[in-house]
């Protein structure tokens, strides 16, 4: 962008036209025309008087010239700051603001530095939701396209388990239909992720009675947990409780994905422990597992942890995990 006028110079240019050239044209008319009053020159105090005048003259018009400048410089500048401030107030991107081309001093060009970011910037967020939005249909195709091959493998195997066959196959066989499954609820957990991150589960927050929501939650996985022969250890308050603004779906969903956890990853320590912390309002799961350094764990629970940590921060929850050898616990409390 080329500059073509300056906005410090033209304020010397005016400034220097009101300071400087009232003398000049004093000067000049004192030395080839000079001062008479009827004929006869002024006397030293009428030319004392003339110059203060003058003076006053000049010290006035500086301050004057000054204020409406600065003033009009304010202006500008409030106008370009509101502009900027605009994005941090409405979460979006400023309009342009108006640059005058003809005029295009150091303030213009900033302006147009400034609209120039702008478009660089919705260029690249319209770039990102493009390929945002390829990447979820992506997921969601290759999710779908995926469980035609599975279900077909499912039934050979059902076939082949009406075969004699040795003890050593079949239990091969059920070892490929656990992978089976486990590939099918894991190509449903990153659908589900993928649907949350794309807005496509709603968020209808409601102070929900966080001490009933975790003991209906624990009742429905009560029966799981007793299949596997868990040591269930539950310290759940009746008459005392506390409530969160969160979306009660989402709340039962993040309860979900940790107990299914326990089951999957942690079923060989056959322990649970689930506590509502009413005074430090926290909910608190623990399990005597491998852990989450864990290659089984890791690998296993990754997409569910990051559904239920995306979930936690939009209801302005967090979770702090804590894992070693011998188990993992889990505290949520407000962020």
Not at 178 to 187: K, S
């Amino acid at each position: 962008m080329r500059q073509t006028q300056s906005l410090f110079r033209r304020f010397l240019k005016v400034h220097f036209l009101f300071i400087f050239l009232p003398p000049i044209v004093l000067i000049f008319f004192s030395a080839f025309i000079g001062f008479a009053n009827h004929g006869e020159q002024l006397n030293t105090l009428n030319l004392f008087y003339f110059t203060l005048l003058l003076f006053c003259f000049i010290m006035v018009a500086f301050v004057v010239i000054s204020w409406l400048f600065f003033l009009r410089l304010r202006r500008r500048l409030t106008c370009l700051q509101e502009a900027m401030s605009f994005s941090a107030n409405h979460n979006s991107f400023p309009e342009p603001i108006s640059v005058q081309s003809d005029r295009m001093d150091e303030l213009d060009q900033l302006g147009g530095s400034f609209n120039w970011m702008i478009q660089q910037l919705e260029d690249s967020r319209k770039r990102e939701n493009e390929e945002e939005l390829l990447r979820h249909r992506l997921i969601a195709n290759l999710s779908h396209d995926l469980r035609t091959p599975l279900t077909i493998l499912r039934g050979h195997i059902t076939r082949l388990n009406k075969e004699s066959i040795s003890v050593e196959g079949q239990s091969s066989l059920t070892e490929i239909n656990h992978t089976i499954t486990r590939v099918g609820e894991l190509m449903d957990d990153l659908l589900s992720y993928t649907l949350l991150t794309s807005g496509k589960y709603p968020f209808e927050p409601a102070s929900i009675d966080i001490g009933r929501l975790v003991r209906a939650s624990v009742a429905a996985w009560y029966p799981a947990f007793e299949e596997k022969e868990f040591q269930f250890d539950v310290d759940l308050p009746t008459e005392e409780t506390f409530y969160w603004e969160a979306d009660p779906k989402w709340m039962t969903r993040v309860l979900d994905n940790l107990f299914q956890n326990i089951l999957r990853h942690a079923a060989e320590g056959k322990y649970a422990n689930i506590v509502v912390d009413v005074e430090k309002e926290l909910i608190m799961v623990a399990d005597r597992g491998p852990g989450m350094d864990n290659s089984s764990y890791e690998g296993g629970a990754g997409i569910g942890l990051s559904t239920s940590n995306y979930m936690l921060s939009k209801m302005k929850l967090k979770a702090e995990y804590n894992s070693n050898e011998k188990g993992m616990s889990v505290a949520i409390g407000r962020a």
